[in-house]
């Protein structure tokens, strides 16, 4: 049977760091195995679920380079979800209920305030045919509930181990609403089913869920896939991540500047038995993946961390990766100016401001009486022509003999003089980049701004 794995979002909201992990984690499964990623909308909430969100979320994992082998919405799937339905109720595991939610409360603040757990007790099982009727001529309309079995579900979890839990501490799970739609359980274990899901990795705020799908699947005559519960990403301070935290959102850290293999390879390595690292192949990634090694402790978001990850990423991408990035960026150079600068970048768009000290103009700084002495030493003393990764050293031997300075002293009020900064690429590698024209010119304008 062919690996197959789904991620099932709610177009109810922007995808974030948070649920992209659930997506990666799937993905890079499916690449390790051979298998099929599938993509399902889960958009039965016709109130809040829009097109723009759906559109959104396809575009996030195509930038990512999650490509799915199939996408497809439950909302064009009712009629499957009805005809499962009609059948669970003719079987008698699906039953009506007729308690309005101020009833229900009232019965769970009763079973709380008794010491019991606040479990549904089934009282419309016991109602009448005649009983029903009347609840119905008054104007009450049902919800459905699915009819839990009796005694305990067990699964070996991919992540968690061996996982146990009694039906009887859980309510019957409402499937159907009042209203007639369905609630997200059902129709996933009728699609987990139809589409032959073989495992299903998602957080461990599912596990309990998990108990109750397995119910159903069984009730339906169908083994059950492979589970697998992550532990999930929190915030700084432990709480859960939102996706209504912009911030976190896939096309805000887009924005901000981080590639989308950084994004993958965080997702693919935090919290888990591997080092948070940077994989420009995630072939490469994928082979190293593995359920098992997946921690079952949260880990805390570090938006920081993201981004030194991403100048990791940046540090080791090569030349005919990189210079189409840029391009898009309207940024153009050579392989040569990418070697020099990457070092010294922790996004893309930062290549632009090396890019402006390389070919632009610079505000030059200002100097001391020492360092003018040395700046007019320097422009005296350029060295020949053709400037290569040799000059720099060569110029400021001559500097340091003719000036006495050295060290600091020395190669500062340069640096200063050459880019406008006191930090960057190393000037070896840089100063051919500048040119003899240029560092000329700026050695003579940083002596003017001087007085």
Not at 169 to 180: E, K, M, Y
Not at 246 to 267: F, M, N, W
Not at 299 to 305: G, P
């Amino acid at each position: 049977m062919t690996t197959t794995v789904r991620f099932a979002p709610s177009p109810t909201g922007r995808l974030h760091i948070g649920n992209v992990r659930t997506a990666v984690l799937n993905w890079l499964f499916a690449l390790k195995e051979n298998g099929r990623f599938l993509l399902r909308l889960d958009d039965t909430d016709q109130l809040r679920s829009r097109e723009e969100y759906a559109q959104a979320i396809i575009e996030d994992l195509a930038w990512l380079g999650i490509q799915p082998h199939e996408t497809f919405r439950q909302s064009a799937r009712l009629s499957r979800y009805e005809e499962v339905a009609e059948r669970l109720k003719r079987e008698g595991l699906l039953y009506p209920c007729y308690e309005t939610e101020r009833e229900l409360a009232l019965k769970r603040k009763a079973a709380l305030m008794a010491g019991r757990p606040p479990v549904y007790d089934r009282a419309a099982l016991k109602l009448t045919p005649e009983a029903r009727k009347a609840l119905e001529e008054a104007g009450r309309v049902p919800h459905w509930r699915f009819r839990l079995p009796e005694g305990t579900i067990r699964w070996q979890d991919a992540v968690r181990g061996e996982v146990e839990i009694d039906l009887a501490t859980l309510s019957d799970p409402v499937l159907i609403r009042a209203d007639g739609s369905f609630l997200y359980t059902l129709p996933s274990v009728i699609d987990d089913i139809d589409y032959g899901i073989t495992h299903i990795i998602r957080g461990d705020d599912h596990v309990t869920n998990t108990a109750v799908q397995i119910a159903l699947f069984q009730a339906l005559g169908a083994t059950p896939p492979r589970f697998a519960h992550h532990a999930l990403l929190v915030d700084k301070d432990g709480g859960p991540l939102s996706k209504r935290l912009g911030s976190l959102g896939i096309a805000d850290l887009r924005k901000q500047g981080l590639e989308p293999e950084t994004i993958v390879s965080y997702c693919g390595t935090v919290a888990s038995a591997e080092p948070v690292r940077p994989f420009l192949d995630m072939k490469e990634l994928a082979e190293i993946f593995a359920l098992e090694k997946l921690s079952r402790a949260p880990a805390r978001f570090d938006e920081e961390e993201l981004f030194a990850l991403n100048a990791r990423l940046l540090h080791a991408m090569p030349c005919e990766m990189a210079l189409p990035r840029l391009k898009a960026l309207g940024l153009e150079m050579d392989c040569h100016a990418w070697e020099v600068i990457r070092p010294n970048l922790r996004t893309l768009a930062e290549a632009a401001d090396w890019l402006a000290i390389i070919r632009g103009e610079i505000e030059p700084p200002a100097l001391t009486e020492e360092e003018k002495n040395l700046i007019e030493s320097a422009l005296n003393n350029l060295p020949p022509e053709p400037w290569d990764e040799t000059t720099w050293k060569t110029w400021t031997s001559t500097l340091k003999q003719l000036t006495g300075l050295k060290g600091r002293r020395l190669f500062m009020p340069l640096r200063r003089a050459l880019t406008g900064r006191e930090h960057g690429p190393e000037m070896s590698r840089l100063l051919p980049l500048i040119g003899p024209e240029k560092a000329a010119a700026r050695l003579r304008a940083a002596l003017t701004d001087s007085g």
